[in-house]
C-alpha cells in the first residue's frame, strides 16, 4: 500500500463520505496527506461551535488548507491587539466560504478577518447581533477603499435574521460586494411602507449615505438595490418577512431581473396573486420555496405547475390549501427533481399518483409528503415504478404498509434517505419481504372521515376543515398484492446504499426483522424510538452489521438493558450521537461503557433515565471533554446508585 502514489490515494478518497476518508487519513503520515487534497478539502467544512477558544480555531486553521469555515455560536471575546488577531493572514488565505451564526464579534474582527479571505465567494452572517448593534461597521471610509478589492470575488451574501440591521449599514456591504448575485434578507424586520422614515427624502438611484436611514431596514432601499443590479441578481430570499403581494410584485416585475431561485418561506401575507406574478414576470425559475405560505391554494399551485416549466426544486410544506385538484398538474413540471410537499393534508393518493407517476417526472431524486395521512400503498407502489432516480423518501405518518416497504426495497435500489416514521402498519413480513401475496390480509385503512382522531397528535377535531375532500376510498388488497409478483419479495436490506433510516414508532416491528434485516454497510444514522418490542437482540446484530453508524436514537425503548448498550460501545468507533432517553432498565453500567469506549461520542440523551444516576452522568461529562451537548432531565428518579465511573 506505501507505493500506491499519493495522487492515486488523493482520488480514491474522493469517493468515501467524510466520515471514511477521516478515519483513511489515520493509517500513516502518507495517507494523511492524501486526505489533504484541495478537492478533497473544498467540500470539507470546518465548523467551531461555542465551546471552541481561540486556541482551538488557530491550531486547526493553521494546519490545514480550510475552504469552507462556519463560526456558530463561537462568543470567545478577541481584542484586535491579541495573537490570534495577527495570524489571520495565515489562516484565512484560502477561505471561500466563510459563516457566522449567532456570534458575538466585533465590527474590527470581522473587518479584519474579511481583509484576509482574498478569494472569498460567499458570506453568510445570521443573528449576530452585537456585530449591527453600533451601526459602526464599515463607518470609515478608509475601511472601504481598503476591503472593497478583497470582496469584489463575493457572489452569494445572506444577512439573515439580525435585529439591528439598517439601510446604512446594509449599503455599505453592499458596495464592498458589487458582484453579488445571490441576497438573502431572511428573518429580518423589513419596513415596507417607508415614507414616515424617509420625510422629505426621495428614495432615488443617487442618493447618499447620509440619506440612508440608520435605524431600520427599509424595503424601498433594498428595491432600489434590486433594481439598479438587476441584471446580475439571480437569487433573493425574503423568507420569514411581512412582505406582500404588492411589494412582491414589485420585485419580480423589475426590468431585467430573471430570477434562477426564490425563496418565500414562512411569508403570511404572499397569495395566490403573488404567485400569478411570479409566474408571468419570472418564467425560469428553478428553485421556488414557497412553504407554509398558507394562502396559497389550488389556484396558485395550478399556475406554478403550468407556467413554471423550468422548476427543478418546489418547497410546499405547510400549504393547507393545496389539494388533490392542483397537485395532479404535477406532470406539467418535467425537469422536477426534490419535491415538499410536507403536512399538505388534503393532498390524496389519486391526485399525487396523477401528478407524479404519468411517466413525465423522471429525474426525481427528493420526494417529502410527510404528514399526508390519505397517501396510501397505491401511489407509493405506483411511485416506485417510475420514480427510479429517488435517492431521498420521506413519508412519516402517511398511510402505508407491508406493501410499500417491499416495493421500495426492490425497485429503488438507489435510496440513501429512507424514512417511514409513524408508520404504525408496517410490520416484520414488510421488512423481510415475507408477505403471502396469495392470501392477502384484511385492510385496517380508515378515512379521515370515518373517526375524528388526527393520526399526528391523536386528538379530537370535531369541527371539520371546511374545504376537507372526501378521501380516497380504501385500495383493494387483492389490487395492491396482484401489482407485485414472488421475484419482487425482498428484504429491506437489499438497500445497499441506504445512510439513514428513520423507524421511529413503528410499533408492530420485533427482533424478528431489526436484527435480521438491519445489514448497511453504508448507514450512518438508525432510528428506532418509540419501539417498545426490540430488544438487545435487536442492539447486538446492529453492533455487528452496521459499522459505519455516527447516529441511533432509541428513545422509550424500554426493553432494552446495559448489555445492549455495552456492545454498542464497543464495536461502533464511529458513534457520534446515542439517544436512549426514558430507557428504565438502563443504569450507571450503560455510562461506565460510554465513558471506557465511547471515544467519539459528542451528544448524549439520557433524559428520564430512573436508573441512571445525576453523579454519573456529570462524571462522564467532566472526563469526555469531546461531548457537546448531554440532556439529563430527570434521571436517578428511581434509584439512588452510586457513581462508579473513575
Known sequence: MENIPTEVLSYVFYFLDISDYKVAALVSRKWYAASRDSK???????????SATEKDVESVMLNSRAYNVIFDGFDSPVSMNSSFVKEFPKMFANVKRLTFKNCDIIPAVFTAMLLECKILTHLSVTGCNSLFMTGLLLSKKEEIDQITGVTENIKELSLSYQKYLSDRVLNRILSICPAVCHLGLAGNSIIFHSSDYYKGIQCRSNACEETANSAVLTFANIIKFISNHSSAI??????????????????????????????????????DSAVLSICKNQPLLSVLDVSECVSI??????????????????????????????????????????????????????????????????????????????????????????????????????????????????????????????????????????????????????????????????????????????????????ACHQSL????????????????????????LTDKSIAK???????????????????????????????????????????????????????????????????????????????????????????????????????LENNLKHLVTVHKRHVGTKAGLHCNVR
Open 40 to 50: 478533497l478539502m473544498k467540500g470539507t467544512a470546518y465548523r467551531f461551535g461555542c
Open 234 to 271: 439571480k437569487a433573493l430570499n425574503f423568507s420569514r418577512t411581512l412582505i406582500n403581494c404588492e411589494a412582491l410584485s414589485t420585485v419580480v416585475t423589475i426590468e431585467t431581473l430573471q430570477l434562477c431561485e426564490l425563496y418565500l418561506s414562512c411569508c403570511q401575507e404572499i397569495s
Open 297 to 478: 391554494t389550488d389556484k396558485g399551485m395550478t399556475d406554478i405547475c403550468r407556467s413554471l416549466c423550468s422548476l427543478k426544486t418546489l418547497l410546499l410544506a405547510k400549504c393547507r390549501q393545496i389539494t388533490q385538484q392542483s397537485v395532479s398538474q404535477l406532470h406539467n413540471l418535467h425537469q422536477l427533481e426534490r419535491l415538499d410537499m410536507s403536512s399538505c393534508f388534503l393532498i390524496t393518493t389519486n391526485g399525487i399518483k396523477l401528478g407524479l407517476c404519468a411517466g413525465t417526472v423522471k429525474n426525481l431524486t427528493y420526494l417529502k409528503i410527510v404528514a399526508c395521512c390519505s397517501v396510501q400503498d397505491g401511489f407509493t407502489i405506483e411511485a416506485s415504478r417510475h420514480l427510479h432516480h429517488l435517492t431521498h423518501l420521506d413519508l412519516s405518518s402517511c398511510k402505508i404498509g407491508d406493501l410499500s416497504v417491499v416495493a421500495f426495497s426492490y425497485r429503488l435500489p438507489n435510496l440513501e434517505n429512507l424514512c417511514l416514521a409513524w408508520c404504525q402498519d408496517i410490520t416484520d413480513d414488510g421488512l423481510l419481504g415475507t408477505l403471502d401475496l396469495d392470501s392477502p390480509r384484511r385492510e385496517s385503512w380508515k378515512g379521515d372521515g370515518d373517526c375524528d382522531l388526527c393520526r399526528c397528535t391523536r386528538k379530537h377535531h370535531p369541527v371539520p376543515c371546511k374545504t376537507s375532500p372526501s378521501p380516497d376510498p380504501p385500495p383493494s388488497s387483492a
Open 485 to 508: 409478483i414472488p421475484e419482487e419479495l425482498v428484504p429491506i436490506s437489499r438497500l445497499r446504499r441506504l445512510k439513514a433510516l428513520d423507524l421511529t414508532s413503528c410499533r408492530k
Open 517 to 619: 434485516v438491519v445489514n448497511f454497510p453504508r448507514l450512518k444514522k438508525l432510528h428506532l424510538g418509540l419501539m417498545p418490542q426490540i430488544t438487545d437482540a435487536s442492539l447486538f446484530a446492529i453492533a455487528r452489521n452496521v459499522p459505519a453508524l455516527e447516529e441511533l436514537a432509541l428513545p422509550q425503548c424500554g426493553r432494552i438493558t446495559d448489555a445492549g448498550i455495552k456492545d454498542l460501545t464497543k464495536r461502533l468507533a464511529r458513534l457520534s450521537l446515542l439517544n436512549v432517553s426514558n430507557c428504565d432498565l438502563l443504569s450507571n453500567q450503560s455510562v461506565e461503557a460510554l465513558f471506557s469506549d465511547a471515544k467519539g461520542l459528542r451528544h448524549l440523551d439520557v433524559s428520564l433515565c430512573g436508573n441512571i444516576t445525576r453523579e454519573a452522568v456529570e462524571m
